[in-house]
């Protein structure tokens, strides 16, 4: 599986889109972009996820660039509630050779009012 | 959480104990996982199993045992020879149509 790169941490102000970046120069062709995230002490929470078309969802967005090497997961009006570790990770999708996620370390985002 | 339950919450033991993790599932989905997260880290795969009967070593499976003896249920078993067991154990599973992967609210295993 593919590794994924993220920054440590990012702030937002309520209310405006927050923009999470995620380099993946090594990803395969079969190999999908997932988003979870995780806040504090409960499981981790999908997002959303895409091969290479852009998704859209009632939580966010996801754009893929065209080369695939990088992503960008949207919140377009982020919330106090949305303060949470975010997880980009590539991985090839459910079957019999198996679907393990790999976590990296994830940007913390924080939601400031 | 979607139908994945872990009990319990909270979970403490002495040195050198076995004890076991409880991981049920109803969504009917084949593929379950067991993760271990340690303090400011991301989730490591201990063990997982694609289907009944069957199961496949994670990236830290030393210490670790499981059973996949009906699709629904996957304990995992932490034995004393796990040299650093407390930390907070997370179960999931996949929906290999959606291609989503859930979590369960995980276990956080004390062990002194």
């Known amino acids: 599986d593919a590794k994924t790169t993220q920054p440590t941490s990012m702030d937002c102000a309520e209310g405006r889109a927050a923009n999470l970046p995620c380099n993946h120069s090594t990803i395969s062709g079969n190999e999908y972009v997932y988003w979870y995230r995780q806040i504090h002490s409960q499981g981790p929470q999908y997002i959303i996820h895409g091969l290479k078309n852009n998704e859209t969802n009632e939580m966010a967005s996801l754009i893929i660039t065209e080369d695939r090497k990088s992503s960008t997961l949207i919140l377009p009006h982020a919330t106090l509630r949305d303060t949470a570790v975010y997880y980009c990770i590539v991985r090839v999708a459910p079957s019999n050779q198996g679907g393990k996620l790999i976590f990296g370390q994830g940007t913390e985002l924080s939601v400031k009012p | 959480d979607g139908g994945i339950t872990q009990s319990p919450k909270y979970l403490f033991r002495k040195e050198g104990q076995n004890v076991t993790l409880s991981c049920e599932q109803n969504?009917?989905?084949?593929?379950m996982y067991w993760y271990r997260q340690d303090p400011g880290q991301g989730l490591r795969l201990i063990y997982y199993?694609?289907?009944?009967?069957?199961?496949q070593k994670g990236d830290i499976a030393e210490g670790y045992s499981v059973s996949r003896e009906k699709k629904e249920s996957f304990p995992l078993t932490v034995t004393s020879a796990q040299k650093n067991p407390t930390a907070f154990y997370l179960c999931?599973?996949?929906?290999?149509?959606?291609?989503?992967?859930?979590f369960g609210p995980g276990t956080r295993l004390t062990v002194t």
């Open positions: 969504l009917n989905h084949d593929a």
């Open positions: 199993s694609q289907i009944v009967n069957d199961f």
């Open positions: 999931a599973t996949d929906d290999a149509t959606s291609k989503e992967q859930y």
